[in-house]
Protein backbone atom coordinates (compact mmCIF):
# COMPACT_ATOMS: atom_id res chain seq x y z
CA UNK A 1 0.00 0.00 0.00
CA UNK A 2 2.78 2.60 0.85
CA UNK A 3 4.15 1.52 -2.29
CA UNK A 4 1.06 2.54 -4.04
CA UNK A 5 1.05 5.81 -2.31
CA UNK A 6 4.49 6.78 -3.46
CA UNK A 7 3.80 5.83 -7.54
CA UNK A 8 -0.13 7.43 -7.06
CA UNK A 9 1.02 10.54 -5.39
CA UNK A 10 3.42 12.04 -7.95
CA UNK A 11 0.95 11.15 -10.98
CA UNK A 12 -1.74 13.02 -8.85
CA UNK A 13 0.04 15.96 -8.22
CA UNK A 14 1.38 15.80 -11.78
CA UNK A 15 -2.21 15.33 -13.29
CA UNK A 16 -3.34 18.31 -11.14
CA UNK A 17 -0.52 20.60 -12.24
CA UNK A 18 -1.70 19.85 -15.95
CA UNK A 19 -5.58 20.89 -15.30
CA UNK A 20 -4.37 23.71 -13.57
CA UNK A 21 -2.08 24.71 -16.35
CA UNK A 22 -4.63 24.54 -18.91
CA UNK A 23 -7.30 26.03 -17.33
CA UNK A 24 -4.46 29.16 -16.91
CA UNK A 25 -3.84 29.33 -20.59
CA UNK A 26 -7.25 28.89 -21.61
CA UNK A 27 -8.89 33.20 -21.93
CA UNK A 28 -11.61 33.93 -19.34
CA UNK A 29 -15.07 33.57 -20.48
CA UNK A 30 -16.50 37.40 -20.91
CA UNK A 31 -18.90 37.70 -17.91
CA UNK A 32 -22.41 38.16 -19.25
CA UNK A 33 -23.81 41.86 -19.73
CA UNK A 34 -26.13 42.52 -16.81
CA UNK A 35 -29.64 43.72 -18.51
CA UNK A 36 -29.98 47.53 -17.64
CA UNK A 37 -32.36 48.48 -15.51
CA UNK A 38 -35.26 50.68 -16.17
CA UNK A 39 -35.62 53.94 -15.01
CA UNK A 40 -38.72 54.65 -12.71
CA UNK A 41 -39.28 58.28 -13.92
CA UNK A 42 -38.60 59.95 -17.08
CA UNK A 43 -35.50 62.03 -17.42
CA UNK A 44 -36.31 65.54 -16.20
CA UNK A 45 -36.92 68.04 -19.30
CA UNK A 46 -34.65 71.01 -19.27
CA UNK A 47 -37.07 73.66 -20.31
CA UNK A 48 -38.92 72.92 -17.10
CA UNK A 49 -37.36 74.99 -13.92
CA UNK A 50 -37.33 72.30 -10.85
CA UNK A 51 -40.38 73.70 -8.93
CA UNK A 52 -42.83 73.48 -11.56
CA UNK A 53 -40.84 69.81 -12.03
CA UNK A 54 -41.92 68.77 -8.26
CA UNK A 55 -45.50 69.63 -8.97
CA UNK A 56 -46.01 67.82 -11.93
CA UNK A 57 -43.63 64.53 -10.57
CA UNK A 58 -46.44 64.18 -7.86
CA UNK A 59 -49.09 63.97 -10.02
CA UNK A 60 -47.43 61.54 -12.34
CA UNK A 61 -46.51 59.51 -9.54
CA UNK A 62 -49.86 58.44 -9.01
CA UNK A 63 -50.66 58.04 -12.55
CA UNK A 64 -47.10 55.83 -12.86
CA UNK A 65 -48.32 53.34 -10.13
CA UNK A 66 -52.15 52.95 -12.04
CA UNK A 67 -50.55 52.11 -15.06
CA UNK A 68 -48.13 49.77 -13.72
CA UNK A 69 -51.22 48.03 -12.18
CA UNK A 70 -53.45 48.29 -15.03
CA UNK A 71 -50.69 46.65 -16.85
CA UNK A 72 -49.87 43.60 -14.64
CA UNK A 73 -54.11 43.73 -14.30
CA UNK A 74 -54.36 43.26 -18.56
CA UNK A 75 -51.74 40.92 -19.18
CA UNK A 76 -52.72 39.02 -15.82
CA UNK A 77 -55.90 38.94 -16.90
CA UNK A 78 -56.87 40.27 -13.77
CA UNK A 79 -60.19 42.40 -14.98
CA UNK A 80 -60.90 43.70 -10.89
CA UNK A 81 -57.50 45.05 -10.83
CA UNK A 82 -57.71 46.42 -14.77
CA UNK A 83 -61.01 47.96 -13.81
CA UNK A 84 -59.92 49.97 -10.41
CA UNK A 85 -56.77 50.81 -12.09
CA UNK A 86 -58.64 52.05 -15.13
CA UNK A 87 -60.65 53.37 -12.99
CA UNK A 88 -58.11 55.99 -11.03
CA UNK A 89 -56.89 56.93 -14.24
CA UNK A 90 -60.10 58.02 -16.10
CA UNK A 91 -60.91 59.86 -12.32
CA UNK A 92 -57.50 60.93 -11.61
CA UNK A 93 -57.10 65.20 -10.99
CA UNK A 94 -56.40 66.85 -14.79
CA UNK A 95 -53.95 69.91 -15.69
CA UNK A 96 -56.40 72.59 -17.02
CA UNK A 97 -55.12 74.25 -20.08
CA UNK A 98 -53.33 77.56 -19.94
CA UNK A 99 -55.11 80.81 -19.29
CA UNK A 100 -54.10 84.04 -21.07
CA UNK A 101 -51.66 86.05 -18.97
CA UNK A 102 -51.21 83.14 -17.06
CA UNK A 103 -47.27 83.00 -17.81
CA UNK A 104 -45.82 81.78 -14.52
CA UNK A 105 -48.04 78.48 -14.03
CA UNK A 106 -46.93 75.35 -15.17
CA UNK A 107 -49.89 74.82 -17.50
CA UNK A 108 -48.15 77.68 -19.56
CA UNK A 109 -44.55 76.00 -19.77
CA UNK A 110 -46.13 72.63 -21.27
CA UNK A 111 -47.18 72.09 -24.29
CA UNK A 112 -50.41 71.81 -26.07
CA UNK A 113 -50.02 68.37 -27.13
CA UNK A 114 -49.40 67.22 -23.55
CA UNK A 115 -53.08 68.24 -22.96
CA UNK A 116 -54.71 66.45 -26.12
CA UNK A 117 -52.97 63.44 -25.15
CA UNK A 118 -53.89 63.91 -21.25
CA UNK A 119 -57.67 64.12 -22.66
CA UNK A 120 -57.14 61.16 -24.76
CA UNK A 121 -55.60 59.19 -22.13
CA UNK A 122 -58.68 59.59 -19.91
CA UNK A 123 -61.48 58.27 -22.76
CA UNK A 124 -58.61 55.79 -23.51
CA UNK A 125 -58.76 54.57 -20.07
CA UNK A 126 -62.69 54.59 -20.06
CA UNK A 127 -62.12 51.83 -22.55
CA UNK A 128 -59.43 49.85 -20.72
CA UNK A 129 -62.32 49.88 -17.98
CA UNK A 130 -65.24 49.06 -19.94
CA UNK A 131 -63.64 46.03 -21.42
CA UNK A 132 -61.83 45.03 -18.06
CA UNK A 133 -65.77 44.82 -16.76
CA UNK A 134 -67.03 43.22 -19.78
CA UNK A 135 -64.22 40.56 -19.61
CA UNK A 136 -64.01 41.09 -23.26
CA UNK A 137 -60.08 39.93 -23.78
CA UNK A 138 -59.68 40.92 -27.01
CA UNK A 139 -60.43 44.55 -26.24
CA UNK A 140 -58.68 44.61 -23.14
CA UNK A 141 -56.01 44.09 -25.24
CA UNK A 142 -56.55 46.21 -28.16
CA UNK A 143 -57.72 49.12 -25.53
CA UNK A 144 -54.96 48.84 -22.96
CA UNK A 145 -52.35 48.83 -26.74
CA UNK A 146 -54.14 52.52 -27.69
CA UNK A 147 -53.61 53.79 -24.17
CA UNK A 148 -50.21 52.86 -23.78
CA UNK A 149 -49.61 54.61 -27.46
CA UNK A 150 -51.56 57.44 -25.94
CA UNK A 151 -48.59 57.22 -23.08
CA UNK A 152 -45.90 56.99 -25.61
CA UNK A 153 -46.63 60.21 -27.31
CA UNK A 154 -47.27 62.04 -24.08
CA UNK A 155 -43.80 61.71 -22.62
CA UNK A 156 -42.40 62.59 -26.20
CA UNK A 157 -44.54 66.05 -25.86
CA UNK A 158 -43.05 66.19 -22.26
CA UNK A 159 -39.42 65.89 -23.31
CA UNK A 160 -39.32 67.77 -26.61
CA UNK A 161 -42.08 70.13 -26.03
CA UNK A 162 -40.82 72.12 -29.36
CA UNK A 163 -40.91 69.59 -31.63
Known sequence: MMKTLRIGLPVL???????????????????PKKAPKPATSLPAPDYLPAEARAALRKKMARHGQAMTDLMLGVTLLQYDVASAAA????????????????ADELNTLLPERF??????ARSRAQAVQTAAQKR???????????????????????LSHRK
Open 13 to 31: LLSLGLVMHAQASEPASPK
Open 136 to 158: DDAALAESFGRLTETCVGCHSAY
Open 87 to 102: GRIVNEPRLSRPVPDG
Open 115 to 120: FTYQDE
